[in-house]
């Protein structure tokens, strides 16, 4: 079975760092991607990845300041956050890329976590 | 990167028909068939109901159909019943893989 379970939300101050992982379990051969959503707010597309972990693409807001990785080998992700803002607070989803078929993708997201929370706040 | 314009809220009665409209541009819904739609129930994660602007993942009821024209694509819901009142999100594709952009999400009434 196909599951995605996040883990390393937390508190942390601005300007502080947090790494969140992603047991993913069904997820080699797939891009997959961050989403977040803050409080009371609606989703937002953070980052993906591609397969092999060698394409990466960040919204505007996180570039330079977080990382996406992959280790195919141990089934996980993980998004590196640093220089944590105010409004990086959000629930943290990771997501799989579905395919219709092989090497065709869903360009849509199939299987969901449930989600870890990330508050940034002093 | 600016979210895809989605109505605020839509109702309607058990039966009925609600369309959720969502308003990109070219660069986005206009420019691609890489149309999805997700449902939220409160707490819960967010789950695909549509995907390559019509298609529908197994499992998903026929009541759900999605269409685009130019730059607005549409979820349309028949015969809503009391689950479907949820959040409703669509989302673009903005480009091959570099970028997706989410709308602003409808709140589903079923009155």
């Known amino acids: 079975e196909v599951q995605l379970v996040e883990s390393g939300g937390g508190l942390v101050q601005p300007g502080g760092s947090l790494r969140l992982s992603c047991a993913a379990s069904?997820?080699?051969?797939?891009?997959m991607v961050w989403v977040r959503q803050a409080p009371g707010k609606g989703l937002e597309w953070v980052a993906n990845?591609?397969?092999?972990?060698?394409?990466?693409y960040f919204v505007d807001s996180v570039r330079g300041r977080f990382t996406f990785s992959r280790d195919n080998a141990n089934n996980s992700l993980y998004l590196q956050m640093n220089n944590l803002r105010s409004e990086d607070t959000a629930v943290y989803y990771c997501?799989?890329?579905?395919?219709?078929?092989?090497?065709?993708?869903?360009?849509?997201?199939?299987?969901w976590g449930q989600g870890t929370l990330v508050t940034v706040s002093s | 990167q600016s979210a895809l314009t989605q109505p605020r809220s839509v109702s309607g009665s058990p039966g009925q028909s609600v369309t959720i409209s969502c308003t990109g541009t070219?660069?986005?819904?206009?420019?691609?068939?890489?149309v999805s739609w997700y449902q939220q129930h409160p707490g819960k994660a967010p789950k695909l109901i549509i995907y390559?602007?019509?298609a529908r993942p197994s499992g998903v009821p026929d009541r759900f159909s999605g269409s685009k024209s130019g730059n607005t694509a549409s979820l349309t819901i028949s015969g809503l019943q009391a689950e479907d009142e949820a959040d409703y999100y669509c989302?673009?594709?903005?480009?091959?893989?570099?970028?997706?952009?989410f709308g602003t999400g409808t709140k589903v009434t079923v009155l």
């Open positions: 990845i591609n397969p092999d972990g060698s394409q990466k």
């Open positions: 070219s660069s986005d819904v206009g420019g691609y068939n890489y």
């Open positions: 069904g997820f080699s051969g797939h891009w």
């Open positions: 997501a799989r890329e579905g395919r219709a078929a092989p090497g065709v993708a869903l360009k849509a997201y199939d299987i």
């Open positions: 390559y602007v019509s």
């Open positions: 989302c673009s594709n903005a480009g091959s893989h570099t970028l997706y952009v």
